[in-house]
């Protein structure tokens, strides 16, 4: 009966498709849509944008392979491995984590209530020696909440390990991780730990310390100590943190979390654990790198310096993504992380819109021209422009999400969607929208060619707009260009005074940072205009402070992004074969195929896995393309943290071009139609054959 009814409403439904398909308007927009792919494929930009391939294999490194100097450094090489495998601080280490997933939950239960206990004491003592009994009591307070938790632990009587491989929670944290169940159950194989007196001598030895030094720094040195352990074991752990805490951590901790993933990435490409390939593009970024660190050391002012290293630092979150990123799994666990991360930010934002609390901002408001908008959320950003940057890079991921079906489900997704665009919308950020429009629109054209309609949809909406939009935000949109608003008069003297200054120091740059750029453009600066922190203008700031090679350079950057995406994109088109991504299985053989498979089956599949490919390139990639598109009116990389995400998510981008290529299976070309001859209808090959074998009946 229930596979009745299937049949029945798959019937109905393909009824309905077959109806709207036939149509004269559909088929109208369907041809237009074709065209217009076909002129942009076909044409200058395809030319431009594609390229060949990129196959291993180098003819300089076979021959340098056989030199007596890369013998020589292998055997370097396999030297400090055995050193570090055989020293004692690693046989320490692993010692102990076996001998913590054998202990019993009850322990830590004992360990906790004896750590609080006395935390507890030592800030009663210290407050009553200080005469600070009424003051703040934060420390007291998060000893008797450890002493409160602790004490639910003591009724457990299984191990760590079996806590971890049986509980959701734990299950989370090992698909965070990368583990499975099997591989905790033999790391924790052995006697199992139930001492109790050990727990109560550690746990009074910590508690006496807290006398010295708070128990909250003695807890986060313990989960900095753990963190950086699992990074060190697995460096791919360190790029999902960066990907995660951008928003929520300070930038020198930001820096340090990415110096400490590059060595312990470096010592596992040492060891052999893990394989660096260098394709034309990290060349470039190795420029561009090479080329801000001369530009903070030869510059205007000394202060530069210091800015210089930092942007340098945060490029390093490139090569982690692009070199340690190699499996599917992983760069969907990061683009998780990014947007649960910004949703986090955004709720924040939301807050501090509805609660007016610290964080709202009104110095970036015309208050003449837009006195009915009350404030401009900053989140964690601390300028509602660098907000509205950060969220249209990361909102296109959550959108590819929602359409890909890969790393979150469609509920979760469009409710992420939701709440980044609610709180994209409160920052009042024009430069951000019109970035996320832009996107939108190369988002439909990436994604499928009757995505288009989508758009043609959207321009017959336009004579509408005013009675769906609200008043506010259609004035806030429509007032770009507009020189009665002071932030567009402010930008355009800005604009017009770098332009000045290009015109003398443009060729060779004048450094990085604000402190050349404030010894500068007072010389250059425009009566009510004397003072401004930047340029407003990405292009124009590279080109100024690290002169016309910074920009050229930074441009093929770009170039070589956008042509590994073109081209990933040809070859997905031109290819037959294709690798199945992880949960998609063949349906069972059934009487319309020869090959021991179901040929709709397999043609459904593929596409499906296509359509997955392109969706996980274009969505990085289109937020990037709404960060430039910003850059045209505000300098996107004056805060360093959003520096650090849009290198993060160019460095996605590549690696999900790179993972997907190594899942195309080279093949000849087809002589024939095929499924995969046009990639907007699923299923293509599996209706010709029915059709050919009803025909030859």
């Given at each position: 009966m229930k596979n009745g009814h299937r049949n029945s409403v798959k019937a109905g439904g393909s009824l309905f498709v077959a109806l709207i398909r036939g149509s004269l308007i559909i088929r109208l927009l369907d041809k237009l849509s074709a065209k217009v792919y076909n002129a942009i494929a076909g044409g200058f930009f395809g030319w431009l944008f594609t390229g060949y391939p990129i196959h291993a294999g180098s003819g300089f490194l076979a021959a340098l392979r056989n030199t007596k100097i890369w013998q020589g450094a292998g055997r370097i090489r396999h030297f400090i491995n055995r050193e570090i495998e055989e020293s004692l601080v690693c046989n320490l280490v692993t010692h102990f984590l076996k001998c913590f997933l054998r202990c019993r939950i009850r322990l830590y239960g004992v360990f906790g209530i004896t750590f609080g206990a006395y935390s507890a004491i030592a800030c009663l003592i210290t407050s009553l020696a200080d005469n600070t009994l009424l003051a703040d009591q934060t420390n007291l307070y998060f000893a008797m909440a450890i002493c409160l938790l602790s004490s639910i632990l003591l009724f457990s009587k299984s191990t760590l390990a079996e806590a971890v491989c049986k509980s959701a929670v734990g299950r989370l944290i090992l698909w965070i991780l990368d583990y499975t169940p099997e591989e905790v159950r033999y790391a924790a194989r052995g006697e199992v730990m139930y001492r109790q007196y050990w727990a109560f001598i550690w746990g009074t030895i910590f508690g006496t310390v807290s006398i010295f030094v708070s128990p909250l720094w003695i807890i986060g040195a313990a989960v900095l100590v753990i963190g950086a352990y699992m990074i060190l074991l697995k460096p791919e752990v360190g790029v999902l943190v960066l990907f995660f805490a951008m928003p929520l951590l300070p930038t020198m901790a930001l820096a340090c979390i990415t110096i400490f993933v590059f060595l312990c990435t470096m010592l596992k490409v040492l060891r052999g654990k893990r394989i660096v390939r260098v394709e034309p593009l990290d060349i470039l970024v190795m420029a561009f790198a090479a080329i801000t660190f001369f530009s903070g050391v030869i510059s205007l002012s000394n202060a530069s310096l210091k800015p210089a290293l930092l942007y340098v630092c945060f490029m390093l979150g490139y090569f982690e993504v692009v070199w340690l990123l190699r499996k599917r799994d992983w760069l969907i666990r990061c683009s998780v992380g990014a947007v649960v991360s910004s949703v986090l930010v955004s709720l924040y934002g939301i807050l501090q819109y509805f609660t007016g609390v610290e964080g709202k901002s009104e110095a970036w408001l015309d208050s003449e021209m837009f006195s009915s908008i009350s404030e401009r959320v900053t989140g964690t950003l601390e300028n509602p422009n660098m907000l509205g940057e950060y969220l249209i890079l990361i909102i296109p991921i959550a959108v590819g999400m929602l359409i890909g079906f890969e790393g979150l489900r469609r509920v979760p997704a469009l409710l992420c969607i939701g709440i980044t665009g609610c709180c994209l919308i409160m920052t009042w950020s024009r430069g951000a929208w019109i970035g996320l429009m832009m996107a939108a629109v190369i988002f439909l054209f990436l994604w499928h060619r009757r995505a288009?309609?989508?758009?043609?949809?959207?321009?017959?909406?336009?004579?509408?707009?005013?009675?769906?939009?609200?008043?506010?935000?259609?004035?806030?949109?429509?007032?770009?260009?507009?020189?009665?608003?002071?932030?567009?008069?402010?930008?355009?003297?800005?604009?017009?005074?770098?332009?000045?200054?290009?015109?003398?120091?443009?060729?060779?740059?004048?450094?990085?940072?604000?402190?050349?750029?404030?010894?500068?453009?007072p010389q250059y600066a425009f009566l009510a205009v004397e003072a401004a922190p930047h340029s407003h203008n990405l292009f124009l700031q590279i080109w100024l402070e690290m002169g016309v090679l910074g920009l050229v350079v930074f441009l093929l950057v770009l170039f070589f992004l956008l042509q590994s995406v073109f081209t990933f994109y040809r070859r997905l088109y031109d290819t037959r074969e294709l690798m199945l991504l992880p949960g998609q299985e063949y349906e069972d053989a059934d009487d319309e195929n020869t090959n021991g498979f179901s040929v709709s089956s397999y043609n459904r599949h593929i596409n499906k896995a296509k359509a997955q490919l392109r969706i996980s390139c274009a969505a990085p990639l289109c937020g990037l393309l709404a960060v430039l598109v910003q850059g045209l009116t505000d300098y996107a990389w004056y805060n360093y943290r959003v520096y650090l995400m849009f290198w993060l998510v160019i460095g996605l981008t590549s690696a999900y071009v790179r993972t997907g290529s190594s899942m195309i299976l080279e093949t000849p070309p087809a002589e024939t139609d095929s499924a995969f001859t046009d990639i907007g209808y699923a299923g293509q090959t599996g209706r010709k054959a029915r059709r050919k074998k009803k025909t030859e009946k």
């Open positions: 288009v309609w989508m758009i043609f949809a959207g321009v017959a909406a336009l004579p509408f707009l005013q009675k769906i939009v609200s008043a506010d935000l259609l004035h806030r949109l429509t007032s770009i260009g507009d020189m009665n608003d002071s932030s567009t008069a402010y930008r355009v003297h800005i604009w017009r005074a770098t332009c000045n200054m290009l015109a003398d120091h443009g060729l060779t740059g004048i450094g990085i940072g604000e402190g050349a750029w404030d010894k500068l453009y």
